[in-house]
Nanobody, 123 residues
Framework: VQLQASGGGLVQAGGSLRLSCAAF????????MGWFRQAPGKERDFVAA????????SYADSVKGRFTISRDNAKNTVYLQMNILKPEDTAVYYC?????????????????WGQGTQVTVSS
């Protein structure tokens, strides 16, 4: 599966953005999807993940209550709604896919990655 992330941009603290990740290939509904982010000079960190049918989600503590992951299997797309953005949310955001039922939170568990989209939150 090929992934293409979009929706990043520059936003003031307290604002919102919605990221999208379009998947190209068969059987999108068979994949768990995740969002990760990487700030300059730091490792790529887990943000959120969702299982194949959208029933099970997982979030990093730093984004709980502010970010929401969702998916539309009819459109082969996963979303990340980001509210109450903070300067520390500034990073390149990557979507990732993993075939199967599990919803992992580690980068090594995902086999497919998108190209990343920049999110910059100004104070």
């Amino acid at each position: 599966v090929q992934l293409q992330a979009s929706g990043g941009g520059l936003v003031q603290a307290g604002g919102s953005l919605r990221l999208s990740c379009a998947a190209f290939g068969r059987s999108f509904g068979s994949y768990a999807m995740g969002w990760f982010r990487q700030a300059p000079g730091k490792e790529r960190d887990f943000v959120a993940a969702i299982n194949w049918n959208g029933v099970t989600t997982s979030y990093a503590d730093s984004v709980k209550g502010r970010f929401t992951i969702s998916r539309d299997n009819a459109k082969n797309t996963v979303y990340l709604q980001m509210n109450i953005l903070k300067p520390e949310d500034t990073a390149v955001y990557y979507c990732a896919a993993r075939f199967g039922l599990q919803v992992p939170t580690t980068t090594g568990s995902y086999g497919y990655w998108g190209q990343g989209t920049q999110v910059t939150v100004s104070s």
